[in-house]
Nanobody, 115 residues
Framework: QVQLVESGGGLVQPGGSLRLSCAAS????????MGWYRQAPGQERELIAA???????NYADSVKGRFTISRDNAKNTVYLQMNSLKPEDTAVYYC?????????WGQGTQVTVSS
């Protein structure tokens, strides 16, 4: 069993920055593909960034160049650095871990970008 706990969300002005963290329990973290998803009201949940066990990353076009995903296997933690935030980035952000056939989700953290 893996538990994921997100933190770091909040209210930020357009153009500002936030760093989300996702702390994972369990020993599979270093082998898991970690991802950040987001879901805005009335929209489907979308994958915005992912990092595999080797550190290779992928980003959605909507966040490429503004967001950076990273992981610290010693701390069982994955991060999402979000810069140049826009109002359309407002959503609940979820951490996800995939390992073999298993799929784990955090509870989500709200990010609101507004002046």
């Amino acid at each position: 069993q893996v538990q994921l706990v997100e933190s770091g969300g909040g209210l930020v002005q357009p153009g500002g920055s936030l760093r989300l963290s996702c702390a994972a329990s369990g020993s599979i973290f270093r082998f898991a593909v970690m991802g950040w998803y987001r879901q805005a009201p009335g929209q489907e949940r979308e994958l915005i960034a992912a990092i595999n066990s080797a550190g290779s990353t992928n980003y959605a076009d909507s966040v490429k160049g503004r967001f950076t995903i990273s992981r610290d296997n010693a701390k069982n933690t994955v991060y999402l650095q979000m810069n140049s935030l826009k109002p359309e980035d407002t959503a609940v952000y979820y951490c996800n871990a995939q390992f073999i056939k298993y799929d784990y989700w955090g509870q989500g953290t709200q990010v609101t970008v507004s002046s």
